[in-house]
C-alpha cells in the first residue's frame, strides 16, 4: 500500500491544523476551500486604505501554535512575529472607572487595589489561584486528549471532580470569589470567549480567565489574518496540496466508510479518510447522504454583529483592545440566548489594529472593529429588515462612550458590517454561530461531538463544533486530535501517540 491519501474540507484554522499534523507524519493530503484564501472566519478585510481583521482579535494559548510547528520540527517565529499586548484589554464602565488588564499578577494586584480596594486585590489572587488549579485538572482529560466520555469523569479521582467546580455557574462562582460588581462583570465576560452565557456555563470555564489573565494574550504582527496565512505557509512547505475555491459537494460513504468527496465541479477524489472542518451541524445537512446524518444537535454558541469602521482622529483614552460594558449584563445575555434577539443595550468590544500596526489606516486615522455578542440566528431577529437600525444603534452607542471618556465624536470615512446571516453565508455555519455548540449546560463538554465519526469510518472532523471546542486555540488542538484518530485508525498508532 501507498502513502495513505487524506482529503480535508476546509481551510479553516482546524483544517489546517489537521492537515499540517497529518502532512508532518509522511501522510498525502489534499485540502479543498470553498473560499479564495485561508483562515475561515480568520480573514481580513481592506477598504479605502483601511485593513481589519474579521474574525478573532485575541490570540490565547501561544504555546499551542508552538506544538502545532514543533511536530513538523519548525518554529513559529520563524513564520510570524507574535507580540505580547498590553494592556490586555482597556475595561470602561458608566461611573466613570476604567481598568486596564494586564497579564502582570502583581501589577494587575495594584490596580485593583488602587480601584477596589485591597481586600478586592487579595480576592483577585485567591480567584486566579483557583482558575489555575480548574486549568491544571481539566487541561489533559478535557483539551489535550480524545474527547472525554462521562466514565473519563468518573476516572478523575473524586477530589478533582469536585474540584472542577461543575455545578455551580461561571457567574456564581465569580460572584462567590469578588465583592466588586466591576470586577463580577470583568470576569463574567470570559463566558463570551466560547460563546456561552456566564449566568449558565459551569464554573469550569473560569479557566478561560486563567489562561489570558495569567497566561496573556497575543497579537500577530500585521493582523490577526497573519496567522492563518502561517498555517498556510508550513502547510504548503509540507506538500499539502490546497485548492481554494473549490468547495466540496458531498462525503461519500460507502457501507458505512467515508471513501472521499464529490467537489462541486462533479469530480469524485478518493481518500483513505477524510476530516471535515466544515460547521458540524452544517455537513451533517448539506454533505452527508440523509441516511447517515445526524438531525439533533446541541444550542449553538452565541454569534455576533461586527461594524468594521474607518474613523478619521486619534483617540488617545483608546487601547489596542477596550470593553465598554452594559449597566445590565444578565439582560444583555437573556436577550441573546432567552428572547433571541440583539441586546438593546450591548456592552461593545472595540480593538484597533492600528494602534500597534499604524499602516492599517490612513494617516490621522483608526481602524475599529466592533464587535457586539448577538443570537444565533433563529427567526426571532430579521437582520436582513433590522440591519441598518441595529447598526445606528450601536454607532450611537460609541459616540455616548466617547463623549463619555472626552473623546470626540468618531468620524466616519468608511463602514462595513457582518451580520449572523453573513457568517452563516460565507462559512457555512450552523445559525451563524461563532463557536459551534454553547457550553451553556453542565455536561456540554460530553454532548459535543467527537473528532473521529462514531459511526462513518474513516470519517474525522475538526473545528470549533467538536472536540475540545471553539476559539483559536481550542481549533488548532482540535486539528491535531483529528490528526491523531486519523493516524491511530490507519495503523499509525504510534505516530498518533505522539501528536
Ligand atoms: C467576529 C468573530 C470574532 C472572534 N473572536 C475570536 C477571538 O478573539 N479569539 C478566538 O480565539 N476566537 C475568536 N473567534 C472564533 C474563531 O474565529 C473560531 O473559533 C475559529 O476561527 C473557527 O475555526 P474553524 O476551523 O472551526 O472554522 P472556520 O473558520 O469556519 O473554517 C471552516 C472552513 O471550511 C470551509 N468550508 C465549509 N464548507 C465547505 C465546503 N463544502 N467545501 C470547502 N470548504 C468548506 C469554510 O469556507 C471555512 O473556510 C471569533 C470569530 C468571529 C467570527
Redo the contacts with the bound molecule.
Keep these: 500500500m501507498g502513502v495513505p491519501h487524506v482529503v480535508v ?9 489537521a492537515a499540517i499534523a497529518l502532512a508532518a507524519r509522511g501522510l498525502r493530503v489534499t485540502l ?4 479564495d ?7 481580513e478585510v481592506r477598504a479605502g486604505g483601511f485593513r481589519w ?8 494559548m501561544r504555546f499551542v501554535y508552538d506544538q502545532l510547528f514543533a511536530l513538523a520540527n519548525r518554529r513559529l517565529e520563524d513564520y510570524l512575529e507574535l507580540m505580547p499586548i498590553e494592556p490586555l484589554t482597556r475595561y470602561f464602565w458608566h461611573d466613570g472607572t476604567v481598568l486596564d488588564a494586564t497579564a502582570d499578577l502583581v501589577a494587575m494586584q495594584q490596580r485593583i487595589a488602587e480601584r477596589f480596594g485591597t481586600d478586592e486585590a487579595q480576592r483577585y489572587r485567591t480567584f486566579i489561584a483557583y482558575a489555575q488549579r480548574l486549568y491544571e485538572i481539566v487541561r489533559e482529560p478535557f483539551l489535550f486528549r480524545h474527547k472525554p466520555t462521562l466514565r473519563d469523569l468518573f476516572r478523575l479521582p473524586i477530589a478533582d471532580v469536585l474540584k472542577i467546580d461543575a455545578l455551580r455557574t461561571m457567574h456564581q462562582a465569580v460572584r462567590a470569589h469578588f465583592k466588586s460588581p466591576h470586577l463580577i462583570q470583568l470576569f463574567d465576560r470570559f463566558a463570551t ?3 456561552s452565557s456566564p449566568y449558565r456555563v459551569p464554573a469550569t470555564l473560569n479557566v478561560i480567565a486563567f489562561v489570558e489573565m495569567a497566561q496573556g494574550a497575543w497579537y500577530p504582527r500585521g493582523g ?1 489574518f497573519q496567522l ?1 496565512r502561517a498555517f498556510e505557509h508550513l502547510a504548503t512547505e509540507l506538500g499539502v496540496e490546497v485548492h481554494y475555491e ?4 458531498q462525503i461519500v460513504v460507502h457501507n458505512q466508510r467515508a471513501e472521499g ?1 464529490i ?2 465541479e462533479e469530480r469524485f477524489v478518493r481518500a483513505d479518510a477524510v476530516v ?4 458540524y451541524a ?2 451533517q445537512q ?2 452527508l447522504p440523509a441516511s447517515v446524518a445526524q438531525r439533533r444537535f446541541p444550542e449553538p454558541s452565541c ?2 454583529f ?1 461594524l468594521l469602521l474607518g474613523v478619521r482622529g486619534h483617540f488617545q483614552q483608546l487601547a489596542h483592545h477596550n470593553i465598554f460594558f452594559s449597566q445590565d449584563y444578565p439582560r444583555e445575555f437573556a436577550d441573546i440566548f432567552t428572547r433571541g434577539v440583539p441586546p438593546e443595550n450591548p456592552t461593545l468590544y472595540l ?1 484597533i489594529t492600528s494602534k500597534t500596526d499604524p499602516e492599517h489606516a490612513p494617516a490621522g486615522h483608526e481602524n475599529w ?1 466592533v ?1 457586539v455578542n448577538a443570537p444565533a440566528l433563529s427567526g426571532g431577529f430579521d437582520w436582513q429588515a433590522n440591519i441598518d437600525a441595529y447598526a445606528n444603534r450601536v454607532k450611537d452607542a460609541l459616540r455616548e462612550w466617547m463623549a463619555r471618556i472626552g473623546e470626540p465624536a468618531p468620524e466616519i470615512v468608511v463602514e462595513r458590517h ?1 451580520t449572523p446571516l453573513d ?1 452563516q453565508r ?4 450552523y445559525r451563524g454561530a ?3 455548540f454553547s457550553s451553556n449546560t453542565r455536561f456540554a463538554a460530553f454532548a459535543r461531538p467527537n473528532n473521529r465519526d462514531p459511526r462513518i469510518r474513516k470519517l474525522y472532523f ?5 472536540h475540545p ?7 488548532t488542538l ?2 491535531m486530535a483529528a490528526a491523531r484518530c486519523v493516524l491511530e485508525d490507519l495503523g499509525s498508532t504510534t505516530q498518533g501517540a505522539a501528536l
Design positions: 474540507i476546509g481551510a479553516g484554522i482546524g483544517g489546517l491544523s479543498y476551500e470553498q473560499l484564501r485561508p483562515g475561515g472566519k480568520m480573514g481583521d474579521t474574525g478573532p482579535s485575541v490570540i490565547t470567549y466560547n460563546g490577526v492563518a473549490t468547495p466540496v459537494k468527496v467537489l462541486a471535515c472542518n466544515a460547521d452544517f455537513a448539506t454533505l454569534s455576533g461586527v480593538c472593529f464587535l457582518w457568517l460565507t462559512f457555512g455555519g461563532i463557536y459551534g475538526a473545528g470549533g463544533s467538536v471546542g471553539g476559539g483559536v486555540p481550542l481549533v482540535s486539528g
